[in-house]
């Protein structure tokens, strides 16, 4: 599940009451090869370990009433505190949390040390917040608990290590550049009638680029035009923007 210490990059640390729902997923594709390599170390917590008595409980009844049950802090501060006094940020994963995103993945994959902690049933205690860095949501729903969550963030802020995959892989991304991606081809050059564009069978690079940018901008704006507001645009881009949105020749609203 991890490679040596000394030689990892990042070192994620997780809480969770399911450690068990982790050993495929970080056996597996980018993550596996990166933890083998020891680029990165992963060490999971569970969090029965600091159950309260016989049963190891981690739950209780919500005071003021409700239905389901909420995380107890204690058992959390016993699995977290510890990891906050060796350095670690530590991640709560909430639905209330700010959204993750490309930058913010960028930032906590140069943390050096990541504890991600997994909520469940239907929330932890509030004073338990006091004890995170911040919090981070994978999106405008719910699941059952924070694993899935610490997954996705993993597998975001893994493959932008150095030495994970190349850099030219991640830089050219979806939303690296405030941009979604623009279409991709590979073989055959004809498929089901549709063909590939000449332009990227011509060899010419700088007509490549201008290309990939173009259908980049145009991708965007039809379907996360939200993007461009904060996009990283130059006076080019800004005018073919311009040009993609100005009505076809013959248009008319009559």
């Known amino acids: ?10 070192r994620i640390d997780v809480v969770t009451l399911f450690p068990e729902l982790f ?9 596996g090869r990166a933890l083998e390599r020891g680029i990165v170390d992963v060490t999971l917590h ?34 977290i505190e510890p990891l906050r006094q060796a350095g670690a940020q530590v991640v709560l994963l909430d ?19 990541l504890a991600l902690v997994c909520g469940r049933y239907e929330g932890i205690d509030e004073r338990v917040r006091s004890l995170v860095d911040r919090e981070v949501s994978i999106g405008d729903y719910v699941l059952t608990g924070g694993e899935l969550p610490a997954l996705v963030l993993i597998d975001a802020v893994v ?54 940018r173009r259908e980049a901008l145009r991708r965007t704006l039809r379907r996360r035009p939200d993007l461009l507001v904060d996009a990283d645009l130059t006076d080019d881009d800004r005018s073919e923007i311009a040009r993609l949105m100005a009505p076809e020749e013959g248009d008319s609203d009559s």
């Open 1 to 10: 599940m991890s490679g040596p210490r000394e030689a990892a990059w990042l």
């Open 23 to 31: 050993d495929v997923p970080l056996r597996t594709s980018v993550i």
């Open 46 to 79: 569970d969090l029965r370990e600091h159950g309260l008595g016989r049963h190891r409980s981690v739950d209780d009844y919500p005071y003021g009433g409700g239905a389901g049950m909420i995380m107890r802090p204690e058992p959390l501060h016993a699995a």
């Open 95 to 113: 639905p209330a949390g700010e959204r993750l995103t490309d930058p913010l993945a960028r930032d906590l994959a140069s943390s050096g040390r």
């Open 159 to 212: 493959r932008l290590v150095p030495g994970v995959i190349e850099a030219e892989s991640h830089e050219s991304d979806s939303f690296a550049d405030g941009l979604l991606e623009g279409p991709q081809y590979t073989r055959p050059e004809t498929f089901m009638g549709l063909a590939v564009p000449p332009v990227l069978l011509s060899g010419h690079h700088g007509e490549v680029a201008r290309w990939r």
